[in-house]
């Protein structure tokens, strides 16, 4: 039963893709420790953490990696960047195939209760309580492409140019790596005669509602596809409220969600 839940949680297919990107094991110079787990073990241990989001302290022993050993190559993975990349990874392999729409890139976020931490802050639809924010930017039909993190009471709208420009260059099926949609939308949060001048300077046309002007009506046919992106990513129950006392460990639990999701839609066109 534990080697068919540890192939559900990382297939073959994802790991063949995770594992060249994963960081060597470096032993202690000064020898000692403890006897090195293996690369798969450790990683389905975190990818159970990020979809069961139990504690670590509770991480099932038939894992084959103990609770603190799983922590610890997490934090080391985390900083070295691994879910960032494998989010890109997957990104190629979708875009190789051409399965990603780059006819319009759409923005989102969405707050969830945070207990401690950095990047969090007091939640204004919320009572004031702590939270974090997620933002999300997904393509056309809602593959997210790029994720981040602040605090529940940043304005949405000062996430919009960071996602943008932190989107990644993806392979296509031919010609060179792209990263630049025909269309950007987004909700009202996002409206500002600095964005639309901002997106026109880069040769994207904005689909931004108007306050005042446009209902939310009108972004609702492509609304609902960021909705659900940010839906698949809460399905991840690690995000559903957030533990993690470092910001950084938050975004790479939702990066390697992000990761995940990309992944599900791969595995569809390889059965």
């Given at each position: 039963m534990a080697v068919d839940l540890a192939r559900e949680l990382v297939p073959d297919g994802l790991w063949k893709i995770a594992a060249p990107l994963i960081p060597p094991f470096r032993p202690r110079q000064q020898g000692g420790g403890t006897a090195p787990v293996a690369d798969r073990?450790?990683?389905?241990?975190?990818?159970?953490?990020?979809?069961?989001g139990c504690a670590w302290r509770y991480l099932p022993p038939t894992f084959g990696t103990s609770p603190a050993t799983a922590h610890r190559r997490f934090t080391t993975w985390t900083k070295a960047g691994l879910w960032r990349r494998l989010h890109r990874a997957v990104l190629?392999?979708?875009?190789?195939?051409?399965?990603l729409?780059?006819?319009s890139a759409i923005i989102d976020a969405a707050s969830v209760r945070a207990k401690r931490g950095s990047l969090t802050g007091p939640n204004p639809v919320?009572?004031?309580?702590?939270?974090?924010?997620?933002?999300?930017?997904?393509?056309?039909?809602g593959i997210p492409l790029?994720?981040?993190?602040?605090?529940?009471?940043?304005?949405?709208?000062?996430?919009?140019k960071p996602l943008l420009l932190g989107l990644p260059a993806i392979r296509s099926r031919r010609g060179p790596r792209r990263r630049r949609p025909v269309k950007v939308r987004a909700d009202k949060a996002y409206f500002s005669a600095e964005h639309l001048a901002w997106l026109r300077s880069r040769r994207l046309i904005p689909r931004i509602a108007r306050p005042g002007i446009e209902s939310g009506e009108r972004l609702g046919r492509h609304r609902w596809k960021i909705e659900r992106s940010i839906a698949w990513l809460f399905g991840y129950r690690r995000l559903a409220v957030r533990y993690e006392r470092k910001g950084s460990h938050f975004l790479a639990f939702l990066?390697?969600?992000?990761?995940?999701?990309?992944?599900?839609?791969?595995?569809?066109?390889?059965?």
């Open positions: 073990k450790v990683f389905t241990a975190v990818v159970y953490v990020l979809t069961s190629d392999e979708l875009g190789a195939r051409g399965e729409d780059w006819t919320d009572r004031g309580k702590n939270g974090s924010k997620l933002h999300v930017l997904s393509e056309a039909q790029a994720v981040a993190v602040s605090g529940a009471n940043v304005h949405d709208s000062q996430a919009f990066g390697l969600a992000a990761a995940l999701t990309c992944y599900k839609k791969l595995a569809k066109l390889t059965t």
